[in-house]
């Protein structure tokens, strides 16, 4: 039996708090993303390294293709 070579796989991300906010939201970037975790189940935001983690392990796991990861605490579940 062959396996195949090439795999497919994502990480969806939902929010995620990275510097690229700083400059968008400013001061008010805690504020507006404890708000936005709040209406999370997990009630938290993704980190960079927790989207990071997901990526890592999918292509660390070579019998994993076709699936999708999302980090998003929960949000696609609301």
Same mark, same amino acid.
């Given at each position: 039996?062959?396996? !195949?070579?090439?795999?497919?796989?994502?990480?969806? !991300? *939902?929010?995620?708090?990275? !510097?690229?906010?700083? *400059?968008?939201?400013?001061?008010?970037?805690? *504020?507006?993303?404890?708000? %936005?975790?709040?209406?999370? !189940?997990?009630?938290?935001?993704?980190?960079?390294?927790? %989207?990071?983690?997901?990526?890592?392990?999918?292509?660390?796991?070579?019998?994993?293709?076709?699936? %999708?990861?999302?980090?998003? *605490?929960?949000?696609?579940?609301?």
């Amino acid at each position: 039996m062959e396996f !195949p070579t090439i795999r497919f796989n994502a990480v969806a !991300p *939902g929010n995620t708090d990275t !510097p690229m906010w700083d *400059g968008i939201m400013g001061e008010n970037k805690i *504020g507006i993303l404890a708000n %936005v975790a709040e209406r999370l !189940p997990f009630k938290k935001i993704a980190s960079a390294d927790e %989207v990071a983690s997901a990526a890592v392990f999918l292509m660390s796991n070579a019998s994993i293709t076709g699936e %999708v990861i999302h980090v998003d *605490g929960g949000s696609r579940l609301i």
